[in-house]
């Protein structure tokens, strides 16, 4: 049972347009999101998260968006760069030992 | 500044051998975590650590155990490796104060 779902597997856009990042969760007891960004043969870097208490947060380029009502948020990069081609997880942890639970990831392709 | 550190970064098993995965952090945090990536899938968590000599099992800790002796270590064994463990495994450890999570730069591991 995928508690946090990314249905897109793939996604490319065009160097300077908008890139959004889609992520939904099934258990509304879920209060804290994260998006993690990785490249190719490292670990997962922390990019931005949200806490169930806001619907927006944002950090420079990057922007995420919760939905609580339709248990979605979404992470906004507006300039995207070449840079910002990577795989991105979105995951979501509750308060038992801080685990969390991460979607299957979106691969961002951003073409010059 | 290291972060966490994980050795080996590759290594090939045969089947029904067994290794260690060693993970450490120099940021003197409490929690700690295993993950595994299989290709195409988000990370799923093997076992996870509270502190030092306590453990738990996270969602697949079939096939694996870990022991915590330091707050710097978190070691993961694999007893009688098989090819179904045959992926990517990384270190993760918590600080509580972001409620972020730091990664490994991960062990790919092959069971033949």
């Known amino acids: 049972d995928q508690q946090v779902k990314q249905n897109s597997p793939s996604l490319s856009v065009q160097e300077g347009r908008i890139s959004i990042l889609n992520c939904d969760y099934t258990?509304?007891?879920?209060?804290?999101f994260l998006w993690y960004k990785k490249y190719p043969a490292e670990g997962p870097t922390f990019l931005i998260s949200i806490s169930s208490i806001k619907d927006k947060n944002e950090d420079g380029r990057f922007t995420v968006f919760l939905n609580k009502s339709a248990k979605h948020l979404s992470l906004h990069i507006v300039p995207s760069q070449p840079g910002d081609s990577a795989v991105y997880f979105c995951?979501?942890?509750?308060?038992?030992?801080?685990?969390?639970?991460f979607g299957q990831g979106t691969e961002l392709s951003v073409k010059p | 500044n290291a972060g966490v550190t994980q050795t080996p970064k590759f290594r090939i098993l045969k089947i029904g051998q067994s290794m260690t995965l060693q993970c450490t952090q120099d940021?003197?945090?409490?929690?700690m975590y295993w993950y595994r990536q299989d290709p195409g899938m988000g990370l799923k968590l093997i076992y996870y650590s509270v502190g030092a000599g306590i453990t738990d099992k996270g969602e697949v800790p079939n096939g694996y155990n870990v022991s915590r002796s330091t707050t710097e270590d978190f070691p993961l064994r694999l007893e009688l490796a098989a090819p179904s463990q045959t992926s990517v495994y990384f270190c993760?450890?918590?600080?509580?104060?972001?409620?972020?999570?730091?990664f490994g730069p991960g062990t790919r591991l092959l069971v033949l």
């Open positions: 995951a979501s942890h509750y308060n038992q030992g801080g685990k969390l639970i």
């Open positions: 940021m003197n945090h409490n929690y």
């Open positions: 258990n509304s007891m879920f209060d804290y």
């Open positions: 993760a450890s918590l600080d509580r104060a972001q409620e972020t999570q730091y």
